[in-house]
Nanobody, 122 residues
């Protein structure tokens, strides 16, 4: 199994940037596809970005061009760089680990962090 711990959330003004991190322990990230999900109040949890063990990335249309998912394999950490933030990006952001072919469905992800709050003010 793998344990995931998010960090780096906070309050940022619209147009600003923030990087959230997900530190993995127990197993190397190379064994998983890694996804970043978010859940806004009253909304469903949605995938915003995913990276496979081979480095292939996926982004939701709502964040494409603004967010970048990356990994530091030596430190067993995955990052989500968020630029040009909008108030609608406000949510709890969750890191998740899934099978090597995990797509966009949350059911494909087996392990979850506790989440980190990102709040974007207008």
């Amino acid at each position: 199994q793998v344990q995931l711990a998010e960090s780096g959330g906070g309050l940022v003004q619209a147009g600003g940037s923030l990087r959230v991190s997900c530190a993995a322990s127990g197993r190397t990230l190379s064994a998983y596809a890694m996804g970043w999900f978010r859940q806004a109040p009253g909304a469903q949890r949605e995938l915003v970005a995913r990276i496979t063990s081979g480095g292939s990335t996926y982004y939701a249309d709502s964040v494409k061009g603004r967010f970048t998912i990356s990994r530091n394999m030596a430190k067993n950490t995955v990052f989500l760089q968020m630029n040009s933030l909008k108030p609608e990006d406000t949510a709890v952001y969750y890191c998740a680990a899934g099978n090597l072919f995990a797509g966009i469905a949350s059911s494909a992800y087996d392990y979850w962090g506790q989440g980190t709050q990102v709040t974007v003010s207008s």
